[in-house]
């Protein structure tokens, strides 16, 4: 998974507890992370539909949907895309090959893997950017989300 799913989730967080739009600037500034680096992740939870860009000198992000409805899988999929794991048919491959007829079934490598991703991807559809907001809430000192709000409006 990459870097980018982390600071793509702190920023739907951030948006899903912001009443207006948050400038991508200023949520580069308060994430202390590269403004091009960040402004790639943006993009690509645009593309997804998860946020969308407001024009103009108030202009920003803002989530396209209630935090309770964007999930984490969301976001995950939304910066790195599908499946983790791509079975290439590696036993069709050298000196003893098994020979294409004879793959009905998938390898184990890919029912395991498979397996696994579907379990990983169900575990992630199971919470929401409201549940992470919530955690955060209550796991941070008394008013941090109060005090984050209010920095980026300033």
């Keep these: 998974m990459s870097g980018g799913v982390e600071w793509g989730l702190h920023c739907c967080v951030v948006l899903g507890s912001a009443s207006d739009p948050v400038p991508a600037a200023k949520l580069a500034e308060f994430h202390d992370v590269s ?3 960040l402004a790639k992740q943006l993009q690509l939870l645009s593309r997804a539909g998860l946020v969308r860009a407001v024009q103009g000198q108030s ?3 803002l ?3 209630d935090p309770a409805d964007v999930t ?3 976001v995950v999929e939304a910066i790195d895309g599908e499946p983790g794991f791509r079975c290439t048919e ?3 491959r050298g000196p003893l ?4 007829e004879r793959c009905v079934v998938p ?4 029912r395991v893997m498979g397996s696994a991703d579907r379990v990983w991807r169900d575990s992630l559809r199971a919470v929401t950017i409201a549940d992470l907001t919530a955690e955060v809430g209550s796991t941070a000192l008394p008013g941090t989300l109060d005090r984050a709000r209010e920095w980026l409006r300033s």
Excluded at 97 to 100: C, I, S, T
Excluded at 107 to 110: D, V
């Design 59 to 61: 202009g920003g992000y």
């Design 35 to 37: 403004p091009s680096y």
């Design 63 to 65: 989530l396209t949907r």
């Design 72 to 74: 984490v899988l969301d």
């Design 97 to 100: 090959a098994v020979p294409q």
């Design 90 to 92: 590696v036993r069709q």
């Design 107 to 110: 390898c184990p490598i890919a």
